[in-house]
């Protein structure tokens, strides 16, 4: 990547996962002027984050991550990403070439690594991005994040993590935000 162009407002950001952090770090993506579509299988935490943010989520993962410029995941695990992007009929195969997930799991980095490779031939670029601060921080947007990958793509991401923490730091290759948590 030559001409790294950020993903800045108002760009689409697909977004998984708003549980206890998830729903204050969507919401405050909606506050910095990005089209949010969130999607989370619990219509509890659906309602609570419509209630924050006055913006609807979406019916379905897929719907989640069809024409979106960046894709940020919130779940518990490396392998609840795997099974929410890639499970089923697969809805990060809706994604356009050149679509970023932005993994903010708490993963292992193997996981990470592994879902690169499967990314990788559908043009889908990856970096990992685990976050700290609690909920307060998700909710106030000042988390701290740890990121995994390659410059290139932590610039492009930069405006969409800015969205929702703090202090940004770039860890290394991709899987070092994930070693640098554990």
Not at 87 to 108: E, F, H, M, N, Q
Not at 127 to 149: H, N
Request: hydrophobic share 40%.
């Amino acid at each position: 990547m030559t001409d790294v162009q950020p993903i800045s407002p108002p760009a689409r950001i697909g977004f998984f996962g708003l549980g206890a952090m998830g729903r204050g770090m969507a919401a405050n993506l909606v506050k910095a002027g990005f089209k949010v579509s969130a999607f989370d299988p619990s219509a509890e935490a659906c309602q609570a984050f419509e209630s924050r943010s006055g913006v609807k989520t979406v019916a379905s993962a897929r719907d989640a991550c069809v024409d979106q410029d960046a894709i940020v995941t919130v779940l518990g695990d490396g392998k609840v990403v795997r099974a929410a992007l890639l499970g089923g009929d697969a809805p990060i195969k809706a994604a356009k070439r050149g679509t970023l997930v932005i993994d903010c799991s708490s993963s292992a980095p193997p996981d990470t690594l592994s879902l690169e490779k499967d990314f990788s031939p559908l043009g889908i670029e990856l970096i990992d991005s685990p976050v700290s601060g609690a909920q307060k921080g998700a909710d106030e947007g000042t988390l701290t994040l740890m990121v995994g990958g390659s410059s290139d793509l932590v610039k492009k991401a930069d405006p969409v993590l800015r969205g929702m923490g703090k202090s940004i730091f770039h860890t290394g290759r991709l899987g070092s935000g994930h070693a640098m948590k554990t």
